[in-house]
């Protein structure tokens, strides 16, 4: 069970995300600002949070400024009232993940936190290894008995979601969800795009296929 830690100063709000995420079938953990947040994270294992930015003692922009600057990348949802360009801009440069203003829809934050779960999973899995390919997360680079090189970074990421799940069927919308922003302006057909790019470059590859599947997505296959 994934834990989400929630820090919101507003009883209220955080009562109803904990039961939100509760039926979701998530552990929620409660904390009403950013220093109390911080205590939470020392004691108790977190998947993920869910930060409010208006807040007493530490507000959202601080904390989340506080954990990355100390090395932490735990994927980070800011829920807030505050909905200028600017608001978002900024939290996006100190570090958030994605962003929703409230009131929020609570399917639509479910479903975004549950992409940054998958999308936090792809990076804390930092190797893959298919037959005699290798994958390293960390260089976004590919190893065959061929040699070595390396991909651009959404057409690793997408490689390395496929070959995590071999014969797992992926939608276009689940690929897009999960590797590129929420609020990108790309459509579906950019999958595809990536998807031709990496088959021109594994046409060869006695490992794996991509194939795809019609009317679904696509999906990668093992050869041996």
Known sequence: MFHILVVEDNANTR???????????????????????????????????????MMPRMDGYEFTQTLRESGCELPILMVTAKEKPADKHRGFQIGTDDYMVKPVDEEEMCLRIAALLRRSKIVNEHRLTVGGTVLDYDALSVATPEGSFTLPNKEFMLLFKLLSYPGKIFTRRQLMDELWDMESESDERTVDVHINRLRDHFRASPDFEIVTVRGLGYKA????
Do not use: F, N, S
């Open 15 to 53: 009562k109803l995300m904990e039961a939100v995420l509760t039926q979701h079938g998530y552990e929620p953990i409660l904390a009403r600002d950013g220093v109390e947040a911080l205590e939470v994270l020392d004691r108790k294992h977190v998947d993920l949070i869910v930060l409010d930015i």
């Open 221 to 224: 296959v093992k050869k041996a």
